[in-house]
């Protein structure tokens, strides 16, 4: 066929996906896109000196590698407060283009873990801050995988996003983990 095989790909902030592309042109029917992403077609017996010639000229090392997580800003869990999540409220609804915030917070250390749910795939946290707050937080993976995980240890850095937890009446503040490093 004249349109050959055709290729979509995504990138890392490293890599310049497009430049990246210019510099193997002759291999390539046709090809678009930006930075972080493209699309091409190539005759399909070139789909191996194209996927060696990206190989060669890559210039990507261990730490580009390395999975990011992006953070809005450092915020200790104490400053947290009713208001702050009402403000927040006010940049919904977020999705693609209008990301929830992230929040980071190091050295939370776990005070107690439990599994909730009946597919027990929710971990509630009570967590003390550094400063030695007290700080409820939820965390939605599979239970039992975390326990196993956490075993003996109890400090963690986490990435969170503030709510509310309505309870049988109760409001609390709950920080809703969304990443989390054992240290």
Not at 24 to 40: D, N, Q, S, T
Not at 67 to 83: F, T
Not at 94 to 106: L, R
Not at 125 to 133: C, E, N, Q, R
């Amino acid at each position: 066929a004249a349109e050959g095989v055709k290729g979509s790909g995504r990138s890392i902030e490293g890599y310049h996906m497009f430049e990246a592309l210019l510099r193997v042109k002759e291999l390539l029917i046709r090809f678009g896109g930006h930075p972080m992403a493209a699309g091409l077609s190539l005759e399909e017996e070139q789909v191996e000196r194209f996927r060696r010639a990206l190989n060669d000229q890559a210039q990507l090392t261990e730490e580009d590698l390395t999975p990011r997580v992006w953070i809005d800003a450092a915020m200790p869990m104490e400053y947290v407060s009713e208001s702050l999540i009402r403000e927040l409220e006010l940049l919904e609804p977020f999705g693609q283009g209008n990301e929830k915030p992230q929040f980071a917070q190091k050295s939370v250390h776990i005070k107690s873990a439990r599994v909730l749910g009946k597919n027990r795939n929710a971990v509630k946290l009570s967590m003390v801050t550094p400063s030695g707050k007290p700080a409820d937080g939820i965390l939605f993976m599979e239970g039992d995988r975390f326990l196993e995980e956490m075993g003996t240890r109890r400090d963690m850095d986490v990435i969170y996003y503030p709510g509310i937890n309505e309870y049988n009446g109760n409001r609390t503040i709950q920080m809703v983990i969304k990443e989390y490093r054992f240290c």
